[in-house]
């Protein structure tokens, strides 16, 4: 066995394994990126996992974001307990519907009605078929880089490869997809506001939505430019089509109220998902009355077995009670813990004479190895360094950092000082150590 591999054995042996039976060896395909390989844990416990060799680690990923409480937070196990005692799944209507779904209307500025699903990419179809049937129009306008769920519509654009001699996006992903999705989808470059308004005055008679992550956190956490939300909000309303901002990610982890509290530009429609049930498999649309009554009018439909289970709800009432008592501290507590992370990376790096730049919120950032000072849009994140970014992401797994493949960062309020001074000492000496290996081609 290679000597990297030496200390996931177990993980080595079950993935070889898992690849005879379970397409790819792994059940999202994102997961296949980890580098040197994808393990396998046997248990989470606040901000640490264990792995099947007994290698414990600090976790940053947090399920690629869902534990914004972190592992098995005793609130949650409390209330998931409590409710597996009484059912597992019901078909049929819970008190924690009703609860669940008022709380999230008292949190979220775009929220007069709800309707629960089970993951991120059911929520944003869900939107999708809301904005058409309320305009009666099909179009889609999206950006680069921006991911919206698996189904054939939502990747168009997703991550799009380029034509070198003329720059445009190429739209396909996936091979075998809906030939008509990519006709329906008008894709943009982020952050420009005169592209979208010249997109519109083509297409804005045929336009339903435009739909942006509010951060763009699947693709280097970058931030819109100062005016920018404001500035589609403006668009939208003056074009009649309607602004989808997709909070799967932002939902509950930058703001009790999401990414749309947190700049104050408010949505027709949001999606979310990832941290509104700490770590159970939960989405939520969110939009107002006048919106969501399509569905209610069956003019829009909406169907699902295990769409608000009970389980789910027990979670996401004890995350949301978590996350909204006084005033939100929780949340301002996981901001100041990944502001000290961001800020201390930073400077060790600046230390070391390595170029990086930290894109992103305390709550979830990522660290790219590139010369640019600035990144706006997807375009911009293409000339990064991959090979010393995962150069980097080995060293700290093999120090005990467990990071994403794609050098995301989340943070959770189970992460402590303690986490953060060792992982900060983590940071310096791997930034030493392979220098060579991180610095620019």
């Avoid at 409590?82 to 008292?106: H, P, R, S, T, W």
């Avoid at 944003?124 to 991911?147: C, N, P, S, W």
């Avoid at 009432?317 to 909204?324: M, Q």
């Avoid at 309020?413 to 392979?434: N, P, Q």
Wanted: aromatic content about 8%; hydrophobic content about 45%; some cysteine.
């Amino acid at each position: 066995m290679h000597k990297s591999l030496a200390q996931f054995s177990r993980s080595a042996e079950l993935f070889a394994d898992s690849r005879c039976y379970l397409a790819g060896g792994v059940s999202s395909g994102m997961r296949a990126a980890a580098r040197p390989l994808p393990l396998f844990f046997s248990s989470g416990s606040g901000s640490r996992l264990t792995d099947v060799d007994g290698n414990q680690y600090i976790d940053y990923t947090l399920a690629w974001g869902p534990l914004i409480l972190g592992h098995s937070h005793p609130a949650i196990l409390s209330a998931v307990g409590a409710q597996l005692k009484q059912c597992q799944l019901l078909g049929a209507q819970n008190e924690l519907e009703v609860l669940v779904a008022k709380k999230i209307c008292q949190m979220v500025p775009c929220a007069e009605r709800v309707a629960f699903s089970t993951t991120g990419t059911e929520a944003v179809q869900i939107a999708f078929r809301l904005a058409r049937a309320f305009t009666g129009r099909r179009k889609i306008v999206r950006f680069e880089g921006h991911y919206h769920g698996w189904l054939d519509d939502a990747l168009v654009g997703y991550r799009p490869s380029f034509n070198s001699s003329e720059h445009k996006p190429e739209a396909r992903l996936s091979t075998n997809k809906n030939g008509n999705a990519a006709d329906e989808m008008v894709v943009l470059q982020w952050n420009d506001l005169e592209e979208v308004e010249a997109a519109l005055k083509n297409h804005g008679e045929q336009t339903a939505a435009i739909i942006t992550e509010p951060i763009l956190c699947n693709s280097h956490c970058l931030l819109p430019a100062p005016g920018y939300l404001e500035g589609l909000r403006n668009l939208a309303t003056r074009y009649g089509v309607l602004l989808i901002f997709d909070e799967v990610i932002t939902g509950f982890r930058v703001a009790p109220g999401g990414a749309q509290a947190l700049f104050g530009v408010k949505p027709d429609i949001a999606t979310f998902g990832k941290a509104v049930a700490g770590g159970f498999p939960f989405s939520v649309v969110a939009a107002n009355r006048e919106i969501m009554d399509l569905i209610e009018q069956r003019k829009v439909i909406h169907a699902g077995t295990f769409n608000g289970n009970p389980l789910s709800l027990a979670a996401a009432c004890a995350t949301l009670d978590t996350l909204d008592e006084d005033q939100g501290a929780v949340l301002k507590q996981i901001g100041r813990t990944g502001k000290s992370l961001m800020m201390g990376i930073e400077g060790l790096a600046q230390a070391a004479g390595i170029p990086v730049l930290i894109n992103g919120v305390g709550a979830g950032f990522n660290v790219a190895f590139t010369t640019r000072r600035e990144m706006l849009n997807y375009r911009d994140t293409l000339d990064s360094n991959n090979s010393a970014r995962d150069v980097f992401l080995e060293a700290m797994l093999a120090s005990g950092i467990y990071l994403l493949p794609d050098g995301r960062w989340y943070v959770s309020s189970a992460h402590t000082l303690e986490d953060v001074a060792r992982t900060i000492d983590s940071v310096g000496k791997v930034l030493l150590k392979h220098k060579a290996k991180l610095m620019p081609v």
